[in-house]
């Protein structure tokens, strides 16, 4: 293979397929099934499940302090997590990433106050402290490439041979196990603006009015972006349907602020219904005026040409019944769950610790069941489709509004209804588009392309929008979140998107196959390895500049669970399938539990069980995920 | 070079290792658009030829010539470039990875600021197994999901694709059923039609003499002949890869026994 006939023949077929824009040869896979088929879907699930539970049995989880709170270690465990997910997509182990943590920072502090007199400047120091890492992520990569010993035995050794250096060194050097005061070096406030700058906002005028608006149109163009993915586009827009969906707009748009900016139970209901009617109108006006309609031969087909539709449609039904009556049964849990008096020992086994899990248990359950059983009516009926996903959503929609008229506090009477509520319209109205609209079964460049942007930019403006909410308060945001984010962002860009991301996944999936077909396999390994020791010294550094001083123990024992948000972010732990995403979201899993566990007053003993439970959850969620990713193919 | 020199032969070819006569006296050659099948039993020295023509080996004697050229190469990257390509027993794929991904692995497309041009590689991945004859649903779709036939046709489009002019067939059908077999068989006779001059290695005259033009017998390092299909009926084929007279022997040995 020359390069210049792989050139030449890139060029060519470049020119020839943008004419081809509709090409049935493929096909189409839907929005839905195509997410499920990503390895961090079941962490973002869990991830909300968390969430969920935390919100549900504290007063303080979902508050902007709250979540300051736990975004502050996140960011810093997600770092190395996101740089261990890319070395064991690769096929490898780093466990002296957590001492490396703590190393980087106590040879800052040695060489920045104990060098030569008066120590040295950390504006020089930093970038020593960053080359001294990347030699030690070297000399691990070149003892497990020449070797090829299990790097896991490697990585070990040198976790000790570091452990036994730094506290070896420092206690000879300042005769104490830590390095503190680092605030009386040269340099030292200029370096901590970019390790560990604080943001505290105190005037936020218009904060919530941001948030509001720009969740809700985040919304919008998300679920008009998965429209657009999912159905045909009519060739002639139809006016009647998109002057109903404007009006659906405006009438959603303003029950939902009618919501969030009043609290009684009469209000709620009237604003409830008045944002319900006008979130489904939109939907189903869009689907009239902007997709083809769909025929009625199209409709009662199903039912009469399959074998298996009575069979389906049973299964459909049970599902959905059972679904529904479990979401029922954990929304009155979750409406007299107490979060003020609740026993702190062995919460677990209190009624209290009982309706909570049950609380979260359930409702997930039945959006599963229902989920399932959606899924499992492909061949009936599309009348009998949407008459069991308009009672599933009818019924999510009833027991909501019992429950605000029940409920004590705000946090149930008005958010939880909110939300509940915004579930079950966009239940109908994507019922109702779907009776509605013709689905695509084909390939289509343009709306595809369309539609993928609509749903990265609503999610982005969803996120954004709850992002500034949180920010600004009177909360402290540190920069490592900044650098987290980055992080995640260009790891996930490197993995999907460039050569380097996949030769990643080739080095850990089939290594000697990708060493015979021309990929460096070493050099990627190296490169890896100095990736995390370069991570560790990122964290090691705002580590250090934000506390002022270094613990010779710093970081020690934190590889595993640098490891276990990696794997509960669905890296396959042997190597070969994997995502940088799904591990940054791993890492927001356990900084959640470690901080909703005392926030919900439960002994904190409890928080071993509950993480090592979430590794097991995660192993066999991901294992279940994969197989029926590939199965659904 | 002439037009009637051969897409890749060999003259007189022997390897030895040490002392060790691997290889001796083979020739044979492919043409553009025929496939030589390479026959023998194990240890016959199949894969020394193979590993000989693919530029893991270097002859020890003899002529290796491709499309007229004397040639030695000193690497598989050199057989490569000379349009020289080997697909082996294990394919050279990570399972996990999606098709388009293992289709350019190693050899990856890139834009000016260094991403890979991805909308371009699924649709090339998906074109070049159309041509095939294999309609993939879903460039997505992870190569461990596909049959062992199917992932051998990757493989072989993935080698022409980058140019290959010689394709050299490691045993493509040992591991396979009889079906697989049979599909993987269309495959090499896909690739026949497209011009390119094939070299398969098998121990199954079944499955060489449908698609054969000619064929190469070893046995011990050395050759049983090289024969052109219109020389060679199925059945002398069949009785020299069974052993022929040893087998008789074998079948007199072991009748004589009871």
């Keep these: ?633 | 070079m002439t037009d009637s020199a051969p897409l890749l032969e060999v003259r007189d070819i022997a390897k030895h290792f040490g002392n060790i006569t691997a290889l001796q006296g083979i020739s044979t050659s492919v043409n553009a658009g025929e496939v030589t099948c390479v026959l023998g039993d194990n240890g016959a020295g199949k894969s020394t030829f193979i590993k000989t023509l693919a530029g893991v080996h270097q002859q020890s004697e003899g002529q290796y010539l491709v499309e007229g050229e004397e040639v030695r190469f000193g690497s598989p990257r050199e057989a490569l470039s000379k349009g020289i390509a080997t697909v082996y027993q294990d394919l050279a794929m990570a399972p996990l990875m999606s098709i388009w991904r293992n289709f350019f692995l190693g050899s990856e497309p890139r834009n000016a600021i260094g991403m890979m041009k991805t909308a371009f590689m699924k649709r090339t991945a998906r074109e070049e197994m159309a041509k095939m004859g294999i309609d993939i649903r879903d460039p997505e779709q992870p190569v461990g999901t596909l049959s062992g036939g199917e992932r051998q046709s990757v493989a072989i489009a993935r080698a022409v694709y980058f140019g290959a002019k010689v394709l050299i067939l490691d045993e493509p059908t040992s591991a396979l059923g009889v079906k697989q077999s049979g599909v993987v068989l269309k495959y090499i006779i896909a690739a026949r039609d497209r011009g390119l001059g094939v070299i398969f290695i098998t121990h199954n005259p079944h499955h060489a003499y449908p698609v054969g033009d000619r064929f190469l017998i070893l046995n011990r390092g050395r050759s049983m002949g090289n024969f052109a299909k219109s020389d060679l009926p199925r059945d002398e084929l069949v009785k020299m890869m069974a052993g022929g007279a040893e087998l008789d022997a074998l079948t007199h040995e072991l009748e004589g026994s009871r």
Excluded at chain 1, 435 to 454: E, I, V
Excluded at chain 1, 524 to 539: D, E, G, N, W
């Design chain 1, 1 to 633: 293979m020359s390069d210049d006939s792989a050139n030449v023949a890139v060029d060519d077929s470049d020119v020839v397929t943008e004419e081809v824009r509709i090409d049935e040869r493929v096909v189409h896979v839907g929005p839905i099934q195509r997410m499920l088929t990503r390895p961090e879907v079941g962490a973002l699930l869990g991830a909300i499940a968390i969430w969920l539970l935390f919100w549900a049995v504290t007063d303080k989880f979902g508050t902007a302090a709250a979540t300051a709170n736990w975004l502050d270690p996140a960011a810093t465990l997600g770092i190395m997590s996101v740089a261990v997910a890319l070395l064991m997509i690769g096929g490898e182990f780093d466990l002296s990433s957590g001492i490396m943590t703590g190393a980087t920072g106590i040879t800052l502090g040695l060489i920045a106050k104990e060098f030569g007199d008066n120590g040295l400047n950390v504006f020089i120091v930093v970038p020593i402290v960053f080359f001294l890492a990347a030699v030690v992520g070297w000399l691990n990569a070149q003892f497990v490439n020449r070797t090829a010993l299990p790097s896991f035995i490697v990585t070990l050794g040198s976790f000790f041979v570091i452990k036994g250096a730094v506290l070896g060194y420092t206690k000879r050097i300042v005769d104490k196990v830590l390095v503190d005061d680092l605030d009386e070096t040269a340099g030292y406030s200029g370096m901590r603006k970019i390790f560990a700058t604080e943001f505290k906002e105190t005037t936020y005028g218009w904060r919530d009015e941001i948030f509001v608006i720009g969740a809700i149109l985040g919304l919008v163009i998300l679920v008009v972006g998965v429209l657009e993915l999912t159905y045909i586009r009519r060739a002639t827009a139809n006016p009647t349907g998109l002057l109903v969906a404007v009006a659906g707009v405006v009438a959603g748009i303003g029950g939902l602020l009618g919501l969030l900016n009043t609290d009684g139970v009469g209000t709620n209901a009237l604003f409830g219904i008045l944002g319900a009617v006008g979130v489904v109108a939109a939907m189903a006006g869009l689907g009239l005026g902007r997709y083809e309609p769909r025929g009625d031969v199209e409709l009662a087909a199903a039912d009469a040409d399959s074998d298996g539709a009575p069979l389906a449609r049973k299964r459909m039904s049970t599902f959905t019944l059972v679904g529904v009556a479990l979401i029922l049964l954990g929304i009155a849990l979750g409406a007299i769950i107490d979060s003020e008096t609740q026993d702190a020992f062995l919460f677990f086994f209190t009624v209290q610790g009982f309706r909570a899990v049950a609380f979260v248990g359930l409702i997930v359950a039945g959006v599963a069941l229902i989920f399932l059983g959606a899924r499992a009516g492909g061949s009936i009926s599309a009348k009998t489709r949407l008459s069991l996903l308009l009672f599933a959503a009818v019924s999510i929609a009833a027991v909501a509004f019992i429950v605000q008229a029940m409920a004590e506090g705000r946090k149930f009477r008005t958010e939880f209804f909110t939300a509940m509520l915004l579930v079950a319209t966009i239940v109908v109205g994507s019922a109702v588009t779907e009776f509605l609209a013709r689905k695509r079964t084909f390939s289509d460049a343009r709306a595809d392309r369309l539609g993928r942007l609509m749903v990265a930019v609503g999610m982005v403006m969803t996120l954004l929008a709850w992002a500034q909410r949180t920010v600004f308060t009177d909360n402290i945001f540190r920069i490592a979140i900044l650098w987290w984010v980055l992080f995640t962002i260009g790891a996930t860009f490197v993995l999907l998107r460039t050569r380097f991301g996949n030769w990643i996944q080739a080095v850990g999936g089939n290594f000697d196959a990708s060493r015979s077909i021309g990929v460096p396999a070493a050099r990627v390994k190296t490169t890896l390895f100095i990736v995390v020791a370069l991570a560790a010294a990122l964290v090691g550094m705002c580590l250090a500049f934000r506390l002022n001083s270094v613990q010779a123990s710093q970081g020690d024992g934190q590889e595993f669970f640098f490891i276990i948000a990696a794997v509960v972010g669905g890296n396959r732990l042997q190597g070969g399938y994997g995502s940088a995403l799904g591990a940054a979201i791993g890492a927001a899993i356990i900084s959640m539990v470690r901080n909703g566990i005392p926030l919900a007053g439960w002994n904190t003993n409890w928080s071993f069980l509950v993480l090592g439970a979430f590794l097991l959850g995660a192993v066999l969620l991901n294992n279940y995920v994969r197989e029926k990713a590939e199965a659904a193919r």
